[in-house]
């Protein structure tokens, strides 16, 4: 239901999201257990939050490039765009715990 959705977004816009070298063949290359933290993975934290009018127009762009055929999905679904707002960074690539990465350390990276 869309409309339960949208309103467990309102109470709570909490979220995570895991990325892990187990997504690529890089651990099986290297034998690595997808549990083993030399098979790294980064944990973003945060909220998301709906973009404002300002940024509607990028973030449609930005979908619609890459998914095209989202632009025409039924429009009585109540779909609407949102952000990822990261709080905490933690990479997990060495035994000894997580390594804190701030959103500005993150951002400011050089490819």
């Known amino acids: 239901d869309p409309l339960l959705s949208l309103l467990a977004f309102q109470v ?7 990325v892990s070298l187990a997504q ?3 651990c099986r290359k290297h034998r690595y257990d997808p549990q083993n933290p030399l098979c790294a993975h980064i944990i973003f934290v945060g909220s ?3 973009v404002n009018d300002s940024e509607a127009g990028l973030a449609k762009k930005a ?3 890459r998914h095209p055929e989202m632009e025409s999905w039924p429009k009585d679904h109540n779909w609407f765009f949102a952000k990822f707002n990261i709080t905490n960074i933690w990479v997990l690539d060495y035994f000894g715990g997580l390594k804190i990465v701030t959103p500005e350390e993150y951002y400011s990276v050089k490819p």
Do not use: E, G, H, R
Not at 12 to 18: C, E, P
């Open 12 to 18: 709570n816009s909490d979220a995570s999201l895991t």
């Open 24 to 26: 690529t063949p890089y």
């Open 48 to 50: 998301i939050v709906k």
């Open 63 to 65: 979908l619609f490039s």
